[in-house]
């Protein structure tokens, strides 16, 4: 009502670029905001009427992705509206040709020391971006550089969805960390990851990625003089506040991930278990061949028939064998890795539910206080941006990640049809090139009687 | 072997296997059906009849379509049928029966008799067993044979008329002793050691096949698994839903063909199943084959002997060591009498011997000459059943490998469309 918004005066005029800028905490007060692209925040909370009303306009709707900046550290003054806009249109494109930044993973290298043995992978960078000093760099890095980046982004960027590494620990013994197949498989998905950091509208202007690609040495104890200031806020958000009511949208997210992991964990299940019953067969089969073998060797006319179909037996066997390694080695990590990224998601959940929880919380403190003190502590404002920035580059995120996520299973299960094809195929090359050799025979034996 | 090949492999054979009853009559056992009776102990017991159908060649081939003729005979007649053939012609490798008790099963099928997949598979087994006597050029005459497929009422008691029961116990009896052949004859030998080597690696085929049969429907099944989950999943999915629904179907069908490919490999176990049980008959041929050169030595032996005995007695000495020889030491000789008659009986005795030697090793010629050549067609038929066998077992393998592909080619389909 009027009257709640008379009181409220610091809240009215609030609206921020939420949908494409999160700002910096401290930015200038209301008045000097520009008139914005944001969506809304809540419509369900019981003091949603005196939040701001924040429409979604039909561009950044059609888009599909909301691209929050998020480096305020040096960041200039965002104030101008065109300036914004700019920034706008360029992240929006992604595609093709204004890509400035590319980075692959390659040639990996086994290195002896007399502590351990490990691998190191080639990073290659080229890139237009003023943020590098160089236009190509040509680094080495092994897993645990990988996995630092990770944390840093993690740490520094907690209102986005950091895309996943490959699992860090294998079971010695029944993995060969060392192996081509291994490694080849490992290489892909720290290219991929690298190359989602990269095609991040925020994230590939973090300065720990910076510092991955382009550092001859990387310094990983420089952790915390790299840490956003939004990382820092975000960081020291507390628990202990309650939410109220999580917005729908977000609910729904938290909904979606508890029944995808669901799912998730039971097709993992089945695939363990059918590489089990595989494994089985593949010991019967292989006891199978050498019996028609032994047979042969008593027989006459039967003999080339009977080695026949022990050599066909015998290459049905390695073919399933390939199978049941490829869809360990190719198939289960995958599925673990995102069960282990749902994890990490369902955090940036929690943290965003605690940065609202805050807001509304200091919210109602101030709404219902007796008290009509008219000047309001900026904390609240602070709150409140950042539960919008937060909602607004977890909503951009969660968008790419669905765009990933089916881009992920599409190639894990068309690869997991495809393998089975190969295997069948294998499988009737070997017994297609038996029957003309087990009929020529007859014929002959045929002529002759 | 179906009835159309035996037929064809008739038109190449000379004239007097054109006499080969399968020529003139189509024998089928077309049905089986559960009857409950009254059994020896006046016990009520459930059994299966099978319905054997016979017709004459030509009436089918005027185009008319008569009737056929038709009489209900139970798996235990069919095992008299066959002990009859293996006493009235111990020298030829007499046609199996299918199993009297399911073996070599793996989980999906049941060891009951009663169980209609078994009942099934056995019908087909004896009219395979009948055809293949039906086509023998010895057995296929036989007239206990011809009245088994025609006569319903009273075939028992012609058999048991036949007396070869009381062969069959004798003969039995003797097998079942242990006796040493002096000279073994050497095919015969190696003959009866192929046929434990057969029956042996028959078995252990049959054994490994069942448990991958298992494993294999294992595999498969778990495949359906997949089809459920993906359902599951589509419906918390937006555009990914169609692609992985669609999917998910596939597996299901995956999963379901395990049960077709898995039934024609029985039809395949069943057909080594038929040389297993050949091999068993081949090493009974071969068995008879020494017990009747045993009699023969035993016969020779006895005959050596009895005359050695005359000699001694002739000219009165005593070479051998014989208890006569010690007690007439110790008690003196016999009188001339006593010798003369003796002599006498001997003579005698040495005549039926030599008659017996004589039929004895008649026998075992004809026995030789019989058997060998039954063994030599009973090859060629082994040899070109086996490869059969073997071609349309990797027929099947293909038949499997396609349908997989294409179940995965469409699977995959659906996934490239999520």
Same mark, same amino acid.
């Given at each position: 009502?009027?009257?709640?918004?008379?009181?409220?005066?610091?809240?009215?005029?609030?609206?921020?670029?939420?949908? @494409?800028?999160?700002?910096?905490?401290?930015?200038?007060?209301?008045?000097?905001?520009?008139?914005?692209?944001?969506?809304?925040?809540?419509? +369900?909370?019981?003091?949603?009427?005196?939040?701001?009303?924040?429409?979604?306009?039909?561009?950044?709707?059609?888009?599909?992705?909301?691209?929050?900046?998020?480096?305020?550290? &040096?960041?200039?003054?965002?104030?101008? #509206?065109?300036?914004?806009?700019?920034?706008?249109?360029?992240?929006?494109?992604?595609?093709?040709?204004?890509?400035?930044?590319?980075?692959?993973? $390659?040639?990996?290298?086994?290195?002896?020391?007399?502590?351990?043995?490990?691998?190191?992978?080639?990073?290659?960078?080229?890139?237009?971006?003023?943020?590098?000093?160089?236009?190509?760099?040509?680094? +080495?890095? +092994?897993?645990?550089?990988? &996995?630092?980046?990770?944390?840093?982004?993690? $740490?520094?960027?907690?209102?986005?969805?950091?895309?996943?590494?490959?699992?860090?620990?294998?079971?010695?013994?029944?993995?060969?960390?060392?192996?081509?197949?291994?490694?080849?498989?490992?290489?892909?998905?720290?290219?991929?990851?690298?190359?989602?950091?990269?095609?991040?509208?925020?994230?590939?202007?973090?300065?720990?990625?910076?510092?991955?690609?382009?550092?001859?040495?990387?310094?990983?104890?420089?952790?915390?003089?790299?840490?956003?200031?939004?990382?820092?806020?975000?960081?020291?958000?507390?628990?202990?506040?309650?939410?109220?009511? +999580?917005?729908?949208?977000?609910?729904?997210?938290?909904?979606?991930?508890?029944?995808?992991?669901?799912?998730?964990?039971?097709?993992?299940?089945?695939?363990?278990?059918?590489?089990? $019953?595989?494994?089985?067969?593949?010991?019967?089969?292989?006891?199978?061949?050498?019996?028609? #073998?032994?047979?042969? @060797?008593?027989?006459?006319?039967?003999?080339?028939?009977?080695?026949?179909? @022990?050599?066909?037996?015998?290459?049905? #066997?390695?073919?399933?064998?390939?199978?049941?390694?490829?869809?360990?080695?190719?198939?289960?990590?995958?599925?673990?890795?995102?069960?282990?990224?749902?994890?990490?998601?369902?955090?940036?959940?929690?943290?965003?539910?605690?940065?609202?929880?805050?807001?509304?919380?200091?919210?109602?403190?101030?709404?219902?206080?007796?008290?009509?003190?008219?000047?309001?502590?900026?904390?609240? $404002?602070?709150?409140?941006?950042?539960?919008?920035?937060?909602?607004?580059?977890?909503?951009?995120?969660?968008?790419?990640?669905?765009?990933?996520?089916?881009? &992920?299973?599409?190639?894990?299960?068309?690869?997991?049809?495809?393998?089975?094809?190969?295997?069948?195929?294998?499988?009737?090359?070997?017994?297609?090139?038996?029957?003309?050799?087990?009929?020529?025979?007859?014929?002959?034996?045929?002529?002759?009687? | 072997?179906?009835?159309?090949?035996?037929?064809?492999?008739?038109?190449?054979?000379?004239?007097?296997?054109?006499?080969?009853?399968?020529?003139?009559?189509?024998?089928?056992?077309?049905?089986?059906?559960?009857?409950?009776?009254?059994?020896?102990? %006046?016990?009520?017991?459930?059994?299966?009849?099978?319905?054997?159908?016979?017709?004459?060649?030509?009436?089918?081939?005027?185009?008319?379509? /008569?009737? /056929?003729?038709?009489?209900?005979?139970?798996?235990?007649?069919?095992?008299?049928?066959?002990?009859?053939?293996?006493?009235?012609? /111990?020298?030829?490798?007499?046609?199996?029966?299918?199993?009297?008790?399911?073996?070599?099963?793996? !989980?999906?099928?049941?060891?009951?008799?009663?169980? /209609?997949?078994?009942?099934?598979?056995?019908?087909?087994?004896?009219?395979?067993?009948?055809?293949?006597?039906?086509?023998?050029?010895?057995?296929?005459?036989?007239?206990?044979?011809?009245?088994?497929?025609?006569?319903? %009422?009273?075939?028992?008691?012609?058999?048991?008329?036949?007396?070869?029961?009381?062969?069959?116990?004798?003969?039995?009896?003797?097998?079942?002793?242990?006796?040493?052949?002096?000279?073994?004859?050497?095919?015969?030998?190696?003959?009866?050691?192929?046929?434990?080597?057969?029956?042996?690696?028959?078995?252990?085929?049959?054994?490994?096949?069942?448990?991958?049969?298992?494993?294999?429907?294992?595999?498969?099944?778990?495949?359906?698994?997949?089809?459920?989950?993906?359902?599951?999943?589509?419906?918390?999915?937006?555009?990914?839903?169609?692609?992985?629904?669609?999917?998910?179907? !596939?597996?299901?069908?995956?999963?379901?063909?395990?049960?077709?490919?898995?039934?024609?490999?029985? !039809?395949?176990?069943?057909?080594?199943?038929?040389?297993?049980?050949?091999?068993?008959?081949?090493?009974?041929?071969?068995?008879? !084959?020494?017990?009747?050169?045993?009699?023969?030595?035993?016969?020779?032996?006895?005959?050596?002997?009895?005359?050695?005995?005359?000699?001694?007695?002739?000219?009165?000495?005593?070479?051998?060591?014989?208890?006569?020889?010690?007690?007439?030491?110790?008690?003196?000789?016999?009188?001339?009498?006593?010798?003369?008659?003796?002599?006498?009986?001997?003579?005698?005795?040495?005549?039926?011997?030599?008659?017996?030697?004589?039929?004895?090793?008649?026998?075992?010629?004809?026995?030789?000459?019989?058997?060998?050549?039954?063994?030599?067609?009973?090859?060629?038929?082994?040899?070109?059943?086996?490869?059969?066998?073997?071609?349309?077992?990797?027929?099947?393998?293909?038949?499997?490998?396609?349908?997989?592909?294409?179940?995965?080619?469409?699977?995959?389909?659906?996934?490239?469309?999520?």
């Amino acid at each position: 009502t009027e009257g709640e918004r008379g009181e409220c005066n610091l809240l009215a005029p609030l609206r921020t670029l939420t949908t @494409s800028v999160c700002l910096p905490i401290d930015c200038p007060p209301s008045g000097e905001r520009n008139e914005a692209i944001a969506a809304s925040v809540d419509g +369900r909370h019981p003091l949603s009427s005196l939040y701001c009303r924040k429409r979604r306009t039909s561009e950044t709707e059609q888009a599909g992705l909301i691209l929050p900046n998020g480096t305020p550290v &040096d960041t200039s003054s965002l104030a101008s #509206s065109s300036s914004l806009l700019n920034r706008l249109q360029l992240d929006d494109d992604l595609d093709g040709e204004t890509r400035d930044l590319f980075v692959t993973v $390659e040639d990996p290298k086994k290195h002896v020391s007399t502590m351990e043995t490990y691998i190191t992978y080639r990073v290659c960078t080229k890139t237009t971006r003023t943020e590098f000093d160089l236009p190509e760099y040509s680094v +080495r890095r +092994r897993y645990q550089d990988f &996995d630092w980046l990770r944390n840093k982004l993690e $740490e520094s960027q907690p209102t986005h969805l950091i895309p996943p590494l490959p699992e860090k620990f294998v079971m010695k013994g029944v993995v060969d960390r060392f192996s081509e197949e291994f490694v080849e498989t490992r290489r892909k998905a720290l290219d991929k990851f690298l190359k989602r950091v990269a095609d991040h509208p925020v994230l590939s202007f973090n300065e720990h990625f910076n510092a991955f690609l382009s550092a001859k040495d990387l310094n990983k104890r420089q952790g915390l003089a790299l840490l956003t200031k939004m990382g820092e806020s975000v960081k020291y958000v507390t628990g202990g506040y309650k939410l109220r009511a +999580r917005p729908a949208e977000f609910a729904a997210m938290g909904d979606y991930l508890d029944l995808f992991t669901q799912k998730m964990g039971t097709i993992d299940r089945i695939a363990q278990r059918i590489i089990k $019953e595989q494994s089985e067969f593949l010991m019967e089969l292989r006891e199978y061949g050498p019996v028609y #073998s032994s047979w042969s @060797s008593f027989e006459e006319d039967l003999h080339d028939p009977l080695e026949g179909v @022990s050599g066909c037996m015998s290459n049905c #066997s390695s073919a399933l064998e390939e199978l049941t390694e490829d869809m360990s080695e190719d198939f289960l990590p995958v599925l673990r890795e995102y069960v282990l990224y749902i994890e990490s998601m369902k955090n940036v959940l929690k943290k965003r539910d605690q940065v609202q929880a805050e807001y509304e919380t200091k919210l109602e403190a101030v709404v219902f206080r007796e008290d009509k003190k008219p000047p309001v502590p900026s904390d609240v $404002e602070k709150c409140q941006d950042r539960v919008e920035c937060f909602n607004a580059d977890l909503k951009a995120d969660w968008d790419r990640w669905e765009n990933n996520k089916r881009q &992920d299973f599409r190639q894990l299960l068309t690869g997991m049809a495809d393998k089975n094809i190969q295997h069948y195929e294998k499988c009737l090359a070997a017994w297609e090139s038996l029957v003309p050799l087990l009929q020529d025979k007859q014929e002959a034996e045929g002529e002759t009687s | 072997m179906r009835e159309r090949e035996m037929q064809s492999r008739g038109t190449d054979m000379p004239t007097q296997e054109r006499k080969l009853l399968l020529k003139k009559m189509e024998i089928s056992v077309a049905e089986a059906e559960k009857r409950t009776g009254k059994n020896a102990v %006046n016990m009520q017991e459930t059994y299966t009849v099978y319905l054997i159908e016979t017709r004459p060649v030509d009436a089918a081939s005027e185009g008319t379509n /008569p009737v /056929p003729d038709s009489l209900w005979r139970r798996y235990s007649e069919f095992e008299l049928l066959r002990n009859y053939l293996l006493v009235t012609y /111990p020298f030829l490798v007499v046609p199996p029966l299918p199993e009297k008790r399911a073996e070599f099963v793996w !989980h999906k099928l049941s060891a009951d008799n009663m169980d /209609p997949d078994f009942v099934e598979r056995r019908r087909v087994g004896l009219e395979n067993f009948l055809l293949r006597v039906a086509s023998h050029p010895d057995l296929s005459s036989d007239k206990i044979f011809y009245s088994f497929l025609t006569e319903e %009422n009273g075939w028992k008691e012609t058999v048991f008329e036949t007396g070869f029961q009381a062969k069959a116990d004798s003969r039995l009896k003797a097998l079942n002793a242990t006796f040493r052949v002096k000279n073994p004859d050497k095919r015969f030998a190696e003959m009866k050691h192929y046929g434990d080597e057969l029956q042996s690696v028959i078995s252990q085929l049959l054994r490994v096949r069942a448990r991958a049969a298992d494993r294999l429907y294992g595999v498969y099944k778990v495949h359906g698994n997949y089809g459920r989950v993906f359902s599951e999943w589509s419906a918390i999915e937006k555009e990914m839903g169609d692609g992985l629904q669609s999917a998910g179907h !596939h597996m299901d069908a995956y999963a379901a063909s395990v049960d077709d490919i898995l039934e024609e490999e029985e !039809h395949y176990a069943d057909q080594l199943k038929e040389y297993l049980f050949y091999a068993d008959a081949l090493r009974a041929v071969c068995r008879k !084959h020494e017990l009747t050169q045993y009699e023969l030595e035993m016969a020779a032996q006895d005959l050596t002997s009895k005359k050695q005995q005359r000699e001694e007695l002739a000219t009165g000495t005593i070479r051998t060591f014989s208890l006569k020889g010690v007690t007439s030491k110790l008690f003196g000789q016999e009188t001339p009498e006593q010798r003369e008659a003796k002599l006498k009986m001997l003579e005698t005795q040495i005549e039926e011997g030599e008659e017996l030697v004589k039929e004895r090793n008649a026998e075992c010629e004809e026995f030789v000459k019989s058997a060998w050549v039954d063994i030599e067609r009973f090859k060629e038929q082994k040899d070109h059943d086996l490869r059969e066998a073997l071609i349309s077992y990797a027929i099947m393998q293909i038949s499997m490998c396609k349908k997989g592909i294409q179940v995965w080619n469409n699977a995959k389909e659906c996934f490239s469309k999520m």
